[in-house]
């Protein structure tokens, strides 16, 4: 069956006079998407569905809601909003109204709905939420998790196709958290279309079917959860996911400095409390497979990037070592005795291309 696209995003860049954190963002969201957004602060997650809602509008680029130009100068946008709702991390309940008062206005201003109407819709969602028992409180008396879930009924009210919701939990005490997972997890389960920005990892596995991993001013890696967390495509998204910890050395010389990079691994060993017989195997790695081996082959300008990755998530170590040039066969090409001491210390040994094209060696550390 044929997906429907709810929203498509073409070249949307948003720049500021000091920073964009949009450069070039596109894609396509259909009915029934639940999608996490997740990356490093300060990559344009919050700013993304500002735009997507027009809070903020691109500096240029399109997105279309239904086949619709939200972007365009004669787009009726307050039309198209209703089709949107939006939950903030800062709840903006109205404190001087009742939290069922909070829920009936939009629906009673914007939507026509009566008195009644509004009020019975009104306390069919507190109870869906849990907050039944709270309808004629002010929100000063709710703890955050209780205002956020109002939040969510008060956006639901208006009948969306789709909600963003923008960190819904970061201003939230940890032990509240929870609450509010559970809340948007049913309205997954329902079929509501959402885009969730959130550093909760765990939750964005369990709740979405897809993930944006944003970086760069981009949408860098968009894929499945077991994609973005078990096999990340990508070179930024395996480095968030992983929480890596980086030792990089680029060798642009056949007379380097040798001593000072043998004294790098030892000390990036020791700095993230690394075995010593890890330690040792991570500088074999370097001497017989990226001196004694490669850079002989590199010619009077020789480029080889040298990189460690320790991963304290599942306290693992891996070297990339990319090198220009034509690829290297290591069983055929290599001195028999430092093959030898680089399959010791090593539990597996990969090929693959860079990103650039290069070629690289992959390798696991005992």
Do not use: W
């Not at 201003?109 to 039944?132: F, I, N, P």
């Not at 929100?139 to 956020?148: A, F």
């Not at 460690?308 to 998530?313: A, L, T, V």
């Not at 290297?328 to 210390?345: P, V």
């Amino acid at each position: 069956m044929t997906k429907q696209a709810l929203i498509k995003i073409s070249h949307v860049c948003k720049a500021y006079p000091n920073v964009t954190p949009l450069k070039d963002v596109n894609t396509t969201i259909y009915k029934g998407d639940v999608i996490s957004v997740i990356g490093p602060s300060g990559t344009g997650k919050s700013t993304l569905l500002r735009c997507i809602n027009m809070m903020d509008p691109p500096t240029s680029g399109d997105i279309y809601i239904n086949d619709e130009a939200i972007t365009a100068p004669n787009c009726q946008l307050h039309l198209l909003r209703r089709k949107m709702g939006m939950v903030f991390q800062s709840f903006n309940l109205f404190n001087h109204k009742t939290v069922i008062e909070n829920i009936m206005m939009a629906p009673m201003d914007l939507l026509g709905k009566s008195a009644q109407e509004a009020y019975d819709k009104g306390m069919e969602l507190l109870r869906t939420v849990g907050l039944a028992d709270k309808a004629l409180n002010f929100p000063d008396e709710l703890s955050g998790g209780q205002k956020q879930r109002v939040a969510i009924a008060r956006t639901l009210a208006m009948e969306p196709e789709m909600i963003l919701f923008d960190e819904p939990t970061s201003a939230l005490d940890p032990t509240k958290v929870g609450e509010v997972l559970e809340v948007i997890r049913e309205l997954a389960q329902k079929g509501m279309t959402m885009l969730i920005v959130t550093h909760e990892m765990n939750f964005a596995k369990d709740v979405s079917n897809r993930i944006f991993y944003m970086d760069q001013g981009e949408i860098y890696e968009d894929g499945t959860p077991e994609q973005i967390f078990e096999h990340p495509q990508r070179e930024l998204t395996r480095h968030f996911i992983m929480r890596t910890k980086l030792m990089e050395e680029i060798i642009t010389s056949k007379d380097f400095d040798f001593i000072a990079i043998r004294n790098n691994i030892d000390q990036f060993g020791k700095k993230y409390l690394l075995s010593p017989k890890s330690v040792h195997n991570m500088q074999v790695v370097f001497e017989e497979l990226c001196v004694q081996t490669l850079l002989p082959y590199q010619g009077e300008a020789p480029n080889l990037q040298f990189r460690i990755e320790y991963s304290d998530k599942t306290n693992s170590i891996q070297i990339r070592i990319a090198y220009s040039g034509k690829a290297f066969e290591l069983e055929e090409d290599m001195d028999m005795i430092s093959y030898a001491l680089l399959k010791n210390a090593t539990t597996s040994i990969k090929t693959a291309l860079t990103e650039n094209g290069e070629n690289e060696f992959i390798l696991d550390i005992k």
